[in-house]
T-cell receptor, first 116, second 114 residues
């Protein structure tokens, strides 16, 4: 079975532009979460979606938005890009949207965004 | 709030040496604890987990024990290999929360030399 897939792999944008990143979860998984990993740091939680509804949001500005589609794939949108948005954006999927003992999240390979 | 603190890296070891990467946490409620590994150019892979106090997670020769009294979840391996070179992240999830978000430490780079 395919794992979590993300596209594109790499992306270069200019300050002020808009970007859309895409994620396809593992088949049967209904929850998708997005994380930002700045170079040299651990991933930071941005959003979680479950059954097409937002379940949680991290400490990120309103320039960041996301949505989940009926097939459970997801998009992360970032408007008015800043240099500080340069990072690896990771998507993770899980069977359930609820925390529970041992529910695992499976990560995709990430999208490397560079803002110049 | 919830947080994870990992030992600073990089950790440089010779092949077959013993590995310890320290991880301590601060959490409300009853967190589950995880170790993830990130190989160069790749995403995160779950290495092991523990869901309650005194649980021991293990996988591929790596072990970590959930110590509530010391709020720690140190990663150990008896004999490292060159192929273990990667960045290791300790993480927690608050099982009483509304989301399944993970809170990560800053990561520890492990370099194993032949």
């Amino acid at each position: 079975d395919a794992g979590v897939t993300q596209s594109p792999t790499h992306l270069i944008k200019t300050r002020g532009q808009h970007v859309t990143l895409r994620c396809s979860p593992i088949s049967g998984h209904k929850s998708v979460s997005w994380y930002q990993q700045v170079l040299g740091q651990g991933p930071q939680f941005i959003f979680q979606y479950y059954e097409k509804e937002e379940r949680g949001r991290g400490n990120f500005p309103d320039r960041f938005s996301a949505r989940q589609f009926p097939n459970y794939s997801s998009e992360l949108n970032v408007n008015a890009l800043l240099l500080g948005d340069s990072a690896l954006y990771l998507c993770a999927s899980s069977l359930s949207g609820y925390p529970g003992q041992g529910i695992e999240q499976y990560f995709g390979p990430g999208t490397r965004l560079t803002v110049t | 709030g919830n947080s994870v603190t990992q030992m600073e890296g990089p950790v440089t070891l010779s092949e077959e040496a013993f590995l310890t990467i320290n991880c301590t946490y601060t959490a409300t409620g009853y967190p589950s604890l995880f170790w993830y590994v990130q190989y160069p150019g790749e995403g995160l892979q779950l290495l092991l987990k523990a869901t309650k106090a005194d649980d021991k997670g293990s996988n591929k020769g790596f072990e970590a024990t959930y110590r509530k009294e010391t709020t720690s979840f140190h990663l150990e391996k008896g004999s490292v290999q060159v192929s273990d070179s990667a960045v290791y992240f300790c993480a927690l999830r608050n099982e009483g929360g509304a989301t399944n978000k993970l809170i990560f430490g800053t990561g520890t780079l492990l370099a194993v030399q032949p």
